[in-house]
């Protein structure tokens, strides 16, 4: 079974539809703006601006939920993952976190999950509250990816709090089954810089960027294999095709 696009399709097109029939452009006067550029431009840029929330939740999740079900063995989003770590493992954490801060090691995911492990013990449970996982999945062997979805330009400010995150989401499963095959990333949906790699995390010394994040065509053909993230640019292309008079005649109502 492969790939069901046309259910990716109907999902951009509804989704579009939707905001298109609830939007309301922002009211603030702009005289100068409109003049230059015309009132219909820049409802459309602050359409453009509105859309950035609605297509990591109304669009992104939904859809890598669609194309990761095709090669998983289970995969769910907004997912709970725990409420309990080993207060052993918090420190080492926070241990991780400190070297990481002052430069006194650089990102090894690989050996940070070590460390982890190596620090479970079943002694002193804390309880934990910590956000839900955007995408969990599940490959038939039983390794878990733990996967937090950002927006392609993320908050620099809370990079710090996004690296503790994906260590205590390991932490979590961890401290559940010392044994688990587990991994936690961070996911952008596309490079904004293309076609120079993406740098955005990577100069802040905290992700490790072989292990840690998945940028654009690596995460969608991660999710569905080989050519999807051209099938799924395919489907946005061929969605607003599809919406084209729908869209102008929306704009056209600010000339």
Same mark, same amino acid.
């Given at each position: 079974?492969?790939?069901?696009?046309?259910?990716?399709?109907?999902?951009?097109?509804?989704?579009?539809?939707?905001?298109?029939?609830?939007?309301?452009?922002?009211?603030?006067?702009?005289?100068?703006?409109?003049?230059?550029?015309?009132?219909?431009?820049?409802?459309?840029?602050?359409?453009?601006?509105?859309?950035?929330?609605?297509?990591?939740?109304?669009?992104?999740?939904?859809?890598?939920?669609?194309?990761?079900?095709?090669?998983?063995?289970?995969?769910?989003?907004?997912?709970?993952?725990?409420?309990?770590?080993?207060?052993?493992?918090? !420190?080492?954490?926070?241990?991780?976190?400190?070297?990481?801060?002052?430069?006194?090691?650089?990102?090894?995911?690989?050996?940070?999950?070590?460390? &982890?492990?190596?620090?479970?013990?079943?002694?002193?449970?804390?309880?934990?509250?910590?956000?839900?996982?955007?995408?969990?999945?599940?490959?038939?062997?039983?390794?878990?990816?733990?996967?937090?979805? !950002?927006?392609?330009?993320?908050?620099?400010?809370?990079?710090?709090?996004? %690296?503790?995150?994906?260590?205590?989401?390991?932490?979590?499963?961890?401290?559940?089954?010392?044994?688990?095959?587990?991994?936690?990333?961070?996911?952008?949906?596309?490079?904004?810089?293309?076609?120079?790699?993406?740098?955005?995390?990577? &100069?802040?010394?905290?992700?490790?960027?072989?292990?840690?994040?998945?940028?654009? %065509?690596?995460?969608?053909?991660?999710?569905?294999?080989?050519?999807?993230?051209?099938?799924?640019?395919?489907?946005?292309?061929?969605?607003?095709?599809?919406?084209?008079?729908?869209?102008?005649?929306?704009?056209?109502?600010?000339?």
């Amino acid at each position: 079974m492969g790939i069901n696009y046309e259910v990716i399709k109907n999902i951009i097109i509804e989704t579009i539809r939707k905001k298109l029939q609830n939007y309301r452009p922002e009211t603030n006067n702009m005289p100068f703006h409109f003049r230059l550029l015309g009132k219909d431009k820049m409802v459309l840029y602050s359409f453009i601006q509105s859309l950035n929330t609605t297509f990591g939740t109304s669009i992104f999740e939904p859809v890598a939920l669609i194309i990761a079900e095709n090669n998983f063995k289970i995969v769910k989003k907004q997912f709970q993952i725990g409420g309990f770590i080993c207060e052993n493992a918090q !420190k080492t954490i926070q241990k991780i976190m400190n070297d990481l801060s002052t430069g006194n090691t650089t990102p090894d995911k690989i050996n940070e999950i070590k460390l &982890i492990r190596d620090s479970i013990v079943k002694r002193k449970l804390n309880k934990l509250k910590t956000v839900k996982v955007d995408l969990y999945i599940e490959t038939f062997n039983g390794e878990k990816y733990l996967i937090d979805l !950002k927006t392609v330009k993320p908050n620099i400010s809370n990079f710090k709090d996004f %690296k503790r995150t994906l260590l205590e989401w390991v932490a979590i499963v961890l401290t559940n089954n010392s044994d688990e095959k587990i991994n936690s990333l961070i996911a952008i949906p596309y490079n904004p810089y293309e076609p120079e790699p993406y740098q955005r995390w990577t &100069i802040k010394g905290m992700l490790d960027d072989k292990h840690e994040l998945l940028v654009g %065509k690596e995460f969608w053909d991660f999710l569905g294999g080989q050519r999807t993230y051209e099938n799924l640019l395919n489907c946005f292309e061929e969605s607003g095709i599809f919406l084209r008079e729908e869209i102008d005649n929306y704009f056209n109502k600010f000339k």
